[in-house]
């Protein structure tokens, strides 16, 4: 059994290990995978993206600790999800939302049986009490139905889709900034057909337009510090610059809103 840790943790602590140590005293024969202990902390929408963008290389069965919880040890609730055939552990506080959106059926369990928390459980630290010990259960045959009740009111973020305007318009926003600069929106070929984007595309953020569309980061003239438009491999359009960086460029972040005209 996969269980993967996807965190904003960082490895300088103890943090990350007690969590692998909880999960493997409970199923020795578990595969913990990192996914990433570096989002930004309490940063919930990045480790959205982030899962989203990884969850889907996994097989089915997997089970996927996230936790990006700035309030641990308050009223928010633990939750598993179960969707897509795989399983997620973490707070209900929108990290699983566009989870949510990807997938057409989602079923949602608040964690409410406390036998298989690890007592006592800190405040501060759900990660090792509650989310490891949930997914060493689950990887040791525990079924959901277990572990809490299914809930309906679980929290989403805004929807991952952009806003379509007149005509082919789109109001969108940035995802996402990876550690290259590259700007991720939330355009995706669901909502632009790739062939009107090729045609004639143009992207208005923060006062800026981008009008080149490349295959590649060094397609055409390979001009540093141009930004031009991309398709990335998490399957959104992403803004980028070849040898610099389009966020600073362009003095973007994530959240911000962008227009997008094509075809």
Not at 30 to 47: K, L
Not at 188 to 208: F, K, Y
């Amino acid at each position: 059994m996969i269980v993967t840790l996807l965190t904003d943790f960082g490895t300088a602590d103890y943090f990350v290990a007690a969590m692998k140590g909880v999960i493997l005293s409970l199923q020795p024969r578990a595969m913990v995978v990192d996914v990433t202990h570096e989002i930004p902390p309490q940063d919930v929408r990045g480790g959205a993206f982030t899962l989203l963008a990884a969850y889907g290389s996994f097989p089915a069965g997997t089970i996927h600790v996230c936790v990006v919880d700035p309030g641990v040890g308050s009223a928010r609730r633990p939750i598993l999800v179960s969707a897509g055939e795989h399983f997620f552990v973490g707070p209900d506080n929108g990290v699983f939302g566009y989870v949510y959106d990807a997938e057409p059926r989602v079923r949602v369990f608040h964690l409410t049986n406390e036998w298989f928390f690890r007592h006592p459980v800190s405040a501060t630290f759900h990660g090792r009490d509650v989310f490891a010990p949930v997914a060493g259960a689950l990887a040791a045959g525990t079924q959901p139905a277990s572990l809490g009740q299914e809930i309906h009111d679980f929290r989403r973020l805004d929807p991952l889709r952009p806003v379509r305007g007149e005509g082919n318009t789109w109001e969108g926003t940035i995802l996402h900034v990876d550690r290259f600069g590259n700007c991720v929106t939330n355009l995706s070929r669901a909502e632009m057909p790739e062939e009107e984007v090729a045609q004639r595309l143009r992207i208005r953020v923060n006062g800026e337009e981008v009008r080149s569309v490349r295959r590649f980061y060094t397609e055409g003239d390979g001009e540093a510090g141009k930004v031009f438009a991309i398709w990335g491999s998490a399957g959104f359009l992403e803004l980028s610059a070849n040898r610099d960086s389009a966020a600073r460029i362009l003095g973007v972040r994530a959240g911000d809103p962008l227009t997008a005209e094509a075809g």
